[in-house]
């Protein structure tokens, strides 16, 4: 579905829910309203390890003056408004404010004139672009359409989606000098009133948003605002994943035996794949079913399909104000014994500041074609577009969820196999299984990890019966699994792998369920230890070993969440297996738009090569690191570290990596500092 598309079906699907995010006054209620859903609602396989204790927020009172950076409390932004069909004109120009104390959004024009004014509590996706880091999109309940802006800077970007999410009533955010001193750290918040009235009320000095840059003038900042806030950076949510081919049948008719593999209402996100769900006898009959299976509590957030390969993906609605960045991509395979029968389709979004896709695949059938499957894979990972389109799927998000019925047998003749099923020793028969030997041998999915499977095999059952076939000898086998990919500075345990007792095909259903636990927006803005920001100097960037491609014309390239990209350092004229990058070859300093450490940790660099003597802009990528950068924010240290490349979901080589942390400057005010602003971005009229 395209952005137009989603956003028609997420206005229409939440125009008669709109009262259900309605600020309350009622305190008690407000606090019941943000309390996270207790073990029953997310499903017995939840752990309550993972969950966060079941406190109300206490409230709190804190004195204006007392906030740090307490203009951002009612902070002007100046932005462009965003046309990719015309360049930046006067027209463009436009003055965002966030005004806490109102509980509202305002957009103002040139002269400072309101043009648009949305309270708080009807904003429904505050979205940040992964291209362009300067660009964002507001999205209102009660507006026809959505604002689409470019700030001056990432750091401005930032700072708006700071206090933007703090000022929203469903939100709880990330920041322990807002929260109570005493409140428990391991699952405590507050619910904080800043107290601004009578002798509180502050008058600070900004720049002059609508005046050339370099001007101030006074800002008064009066009454009271609420911040629901935490001393826990992530929250948890429950996922369920599910894949079935369901060999041309229609699902059970009987909505208890697929209780089995799908439960009702158990969890936050539900991402379902199917393969050969050709019964349908109109476009979206699939995609129905779930929906009302799921019923009014759940919400379809992207479904795409590749002829009978489809994939959906439901939230909460609760949950819905926490997602943003939702795609949908396909692909189809181009192997001449398989084209347009094979491929995968996929859905990727992001639960506040954790990334996450979704692929369901059909590889190609039959024992023998191992080397087949393997090459629908590469295709599959190189061609997905989802997200940032100059990196693979494989290396870019915190993450990926794969699932399908990859086709993959037990090298095993059924004589030999009938006993051990029989005596459940599928361990036994897992040692003849083709995926985990691929995986074993580094061939495909590289780093992907599968819960242990407990379960008999998934196929070849005949249809309506709990019995295999017998194919052709061979053993039953497992063809329908889920693996997933997250990054080592992220948290993530799976509860449950299984397969399900429907036999309405040949194939059972597997289910896999997650617990992740997704990062909420920090506050750099009002964090009280206002420190330098970071930023990252490479001083080399080595390959040590390559297997893949010669380079002719090698470039590298950095992106990061939280600063300025792409960072792009100058092509090499030589040819070789193993480019090494140094001093105008590498990118310059990457300067972070965020302060805080433990923000910086859980998210990470991503380093992409390149060959520009390739024609063609899709045949360029050649592999990517990810440097994780958990225990490497250490100031004014010569580190080096080593990276595995990944390339069509293989490693293809390792680089070396130095590089010193240092620190370069303070979070500005809002509105830009003098000299900061871009002179289309400026106020005054021509």
Same mark, same amino acid.
Not at 22 to 42: H, L, S, T, Y
Not at 219 to 243: A, F, H, M, Y
């Given at each position: 579905?395209?952005?137009?598309?989603?956003?028609?079906?997420?206005?229409?699907?939440?125009?008669? #829910?709109?009262?259900?995010?309605?600020?309350?006054?009622?305190?008690?209620?407000?606090? +019941?309203?943000?309390?996270?859903?207790?073990?029953?609602?997310?499903?017995?396989?939840?752990?309550?390890?993972?969950?966060?204790?079941?406190? *109300?927020?206490?409230?709190?009172?804190?004195?204006?003056?007392?906030?740090?950076?307490?203009?951002?409390?009612?902070?002007?932004?100046?932005?462009?408004?965003?046309?990719?069909?015309?360049?930046?004109?006067?027209?463009?120009?436009?003055?965002?404010?966030?005004?806490?104390?109102?509980?509202?959004?305002?957009?103002?024009?040139?002269?400072?004139?309101?043009?648009?004014?949305?309270?708080?509590?009807?904003?429904?996706?505050?979205?940040?672009?992964?291209?362009?880091?300067?660009?964002?999109?507001?999205?209102?309940?009660?507006?026809?359409?959505?604002?689409?802006?470019?700030?001056?800077?990432?750091?401005?970007? +930032?700072?708006?989606?700071?206090?933007?999410?703090?000022?929203? *009533?469903?939100?709880?955010?990330?920041?322990?000098?807002?929260?109570?001193?005493?409140?428990?750290?391991?699952?405590?918040?507050?619910?904080?009133?800043?107290?601004?009235?009578?002798?509180?009320?502050?008058?600070?000095?900004?720049?002059?948003?609508?005046?050339?840059?370099?001007?101030?003038?006074?800002?008064?900042?009066?009454?009271?605002?609420?911040?629901?806030?935490?001393?826990?950076?992530?929250?948890?949510?429950?996922?369920?994943?599910?894949?079935?081919?369901?060999?041309?049948?229609? *699902?059970?008719?009987?909505?208890?035996?697929?209780?089995?593999?799908?439960?009702?209402?158990?969890?936050?996100?539900?991402?379902?794949?199917? #393969?050969?769900?050709?019964?349908?006898?109109?476009?979206?009959?699939?995609?129905?079913?779930?929906?009302?299976y799921l019923g009014k509590d759940y919400l379809t957030l992207a479904s795409m399909q590749l002829?009978?390969?489809?994939?959906?993906?439901?939230?909460?609605?609760?949950?819905?104000?926490?997602?943003?960045?939702?795609?949908?991509?396909?692909?189809?395979?181009?192997?001449?014994?398989?084209?347009?029968?094979?491929?995968?389709?996929?859905?990727?979004?992001?639960?506040?500041?954790?990334?996450?896709?979704?692929?369901?695949?059909?590889?190609?059938?039959?024992?023998?074609?191992?080397?087949?499957?393997?090459?629908?894979?590469?295709?599959?990972?190189?061609?997905?577009?989802?997200?940032?389109?100059?990196?693979?799927?494989?290396?870019?998000?915190?993450?990926?969820f794969w699932m399908g019925d990859m086709n993959y047998r037990v090298e095993m003749e059924n004589?030999?196999?009938?006993?051990?099923?029989?005596?459940? !020793?599928?361990?036994?028969?897992?040692? =003849?299984?083709?995926?985990?030997? +691929?995986?074993?041998?580094?061939?495909?999915?590289?780093?992907? !990890?599968?819960?242990?499977?407990?379960?008999? *095999?998934?196929?070849?059952?005949?249809?309506?019966?709990?019995?295999?076939?017998?194919?052709?000898?061979?053993?039953?086998?497992?063809?329908?699994?889920?693996?997933?990919?997250?990054?080592?500075?992220?948290?993530?345990?799976?509860?449950?792998?299984?397969?399900?007792?429907?036999?309405?095909?040949?194939?059972?259903?597997?289910?896999?369920?997650?617990?992740?636990?997704?990062?909420?927006?920090?506050?750099?803005?009002?964090?009280?230890? =206002?420190?330098?920001?970071?930023?990252?100097?490479?001083?080399?960037?080595?390959?040590?070993?390559?297997?893949?491609?010669?380079?002719?014309?090698?470039?590298?390239?950095?992106? /990061?969440?939280?600063?300025?990209?792409?960072?792009?350092?100058?092509?090499?004229?030589?040819?070789?297996?193993?480019?090494?990058?140094?001093?105008?070859?590498?990118?310059?300093?990457? !300067?972070?738009?965020?302060?805080?450490?433990?923000?910086?940790?859980?998210?990470?660099?991503?380093?992409?090569?390149?060959?520009?003597?390739?024609?063609? +802009?899709?045949?360029?990528?050649?592999?990517?690191?990810?440097?994780?950068? =958990?225990?490497?924010?250490?100031?004014?240290?010569?580190?080096?570290? /080593?990276?595995?490349?990944?390339?069509?979901?293989?490693?293809?080589?390792?680089?070396?990596?130095?590089?010193?942390?240092?620190?370069?400057?303070?979070?500005?005010?809002?509105?830009?500092?003098?000299?900061?602003?871009?002179?289309?971005?400026?106020?005054?009229?021509?």
């Amino acid at each position: 579905q395209d952005d137009e598309d989603l956003e028609a079906e997420l206005e229409a699907a939440l125009e008669e #829910q709109e009262a259900e995010w309605e600020e309350d006054d009622d305190e008690d209620e407000e606090e +019941e309203d943000m309390a996270e859903p207790d073990d029953e609602e997310r499903g017995s396989d939840f752990d309550e390890d993972d969950e966060e204790p079941e406190k *109300p927020p206490e409230p709190w009172m804190l004195p204006l003056p007392e906030v740090t950076n307490n203009i951002y409390l009612k902070s002007y932004f100046p932005v462009l408004k965003w046309n990719p069909n015309k360049a930046f004109g006067p027209a463009d120009r436009r003055i965002w404010v966030v005004d806490h104390f109102a509980k509202s959004f305002y957009c103002l024009d040139a002269k400072g004139k309101t043009r648009r004014q949305h309270d708080a509590n009807k904003l429904l996706q505050l979205e940040r672009n992964v291209m362009d880091p300067r660009r964002a999109r507001l999205m209102f309940f009660d507006a026809a359409k959505s604002y689409e802006i470019v700030f001056p800077s990432n750091d401005e970007r +930032e700072r708006f989606y700071e206090t933007g999410s703090s000022i929203r *009533p469903a939100i709880r955010v990330y920041a322990p000098s807002l929260t109570k001193p005493d409140t428990a750290v391991d699952g405590g918040s507050t619910t904080t009133t800043i107290d601004g009235t009578k002798e509180n009320a502050v008058v600070q000095k900004v720049p002059n948003p609508f005046k050339k840059t370099g001007e101030l003038l006074d800002r008064e900042l009066q009454g009271r605002c609420k911040i629901n806030s935490s001393k826990v950076q992530d929250e948890p949510v429950s996922v369920w994943c599910g894949t079935f081919n369901m060999c041309g049948s229609p *699902p059970p008719r009987d909505s208890s035996s697929l209780e089995s593999w799908m439960p009702k209402g158990k969890y936050d996100l539900y991402a379902v794949g199917t #393969q050969e769900c050709s019964y349908q006898k109109e476009e979206g009959e699939w995609f129905g079913f779930v929906q009302e299976y799921l019923g009014k509590d759940y919400l379809t957030l992207a479904s795409m399909q590749l002829w009978d390969i489809t994939v959906v993906v439901l939230c909460r609605k609760k949950c819905l104000l926490k997602i943003t960045n939702v795609e949908g991509s396909t692909k189809a395979t181009l192997h001449k014994e398989k084209c347009g029968m094979k491929g995968a389709a996929g859905i990727c979004l992001r639960f506040h500041n954790t990334s996450m896709a979704f692929i369901s695949c059909h590889l190609a059938a039959r024992l023998e074609r191992t080397k087949m499957r393997k090459i629908n894979v590469e295709e599959i990972v190189n061609q997905i577009q989802l997200a940032n389109k100059d990196c693979d799927l494989s290396s870019q998000f915190h993450h990926v969820f794969w699932m399908g019925d990859m086709n993959y047998r037990v090298e095993m003749e059924n004589a030999e196999a009938a006993p051990l099923l029989d005596s459940k !020793k599928y361990i036994e028969l897992l040692n =003849q299984d083709q995926l985990l030997n +691929e995986i074993d041998e580094g061939n495909i999915l590289y780093g992907f !990890k599968e819960a242990p499977i407990t379960f008999p *095999p998934t196929y070849r059952y005949k249809k309506g019966s709990s019995d295999y076939m017998n194919d052709r000898g061979r053993s039953p086998s497992y063809t329908d699994r889920i693996l997933v990919k997250s990054m080592s500075n992220t948290t993530i345990k799976c509860t449950g792998y299984g397969a399900a007792d429907v036999h309405t095909s040949e194939h059972m259903p597997v289910y896999a369920t997650y617990v992740v636990r997704c990062v909420r927006p920090h506050m750099n803005c009002f964090h009280r230890d =206002q420190e330098p920001r970071p930023q990252f100097e490479f001083s080399e960037i080595v390959f040590e070993d390559q297997n893949h491609l010669m380079f002719r014309k090698p470039m590298v390239m950095i992106y /990061s969440p939280f600063s300025e990209h792409p960072h792009k350092g100058k092509s090499s004229k030589t040819s070789t297996m193993k480019p090494s990058f140094t001093g105008d070859l590498l990118p310059g300093p990457i !300067k972070c738009s965020v302060q805080m450490t433990e923000y910086l940790e859980r998210h990470a660099l991503v380093i992409i090569f390149r060959d520009l003597a390739e024609p063609r +802009e899709d045949k360029m990528f050649r592999g990517a690191a990810v440097m994780e950068l =958990q225990g490497r924010v250490l100031y004014d240290e010569e580190q080096e570290v /080593s990276l595995d490349v990944l390339c069509l979901s293989r490693k293809v080589g390792v680089i070396k990596c130095k590089f010193k942390v240092t620190n370069y400057g303070y979070t500005p005010p809002p509105g830009g500092a003098p000299g900061r602003v871009p002179k289309e971005a400026l106020m005054d009229e021509e």
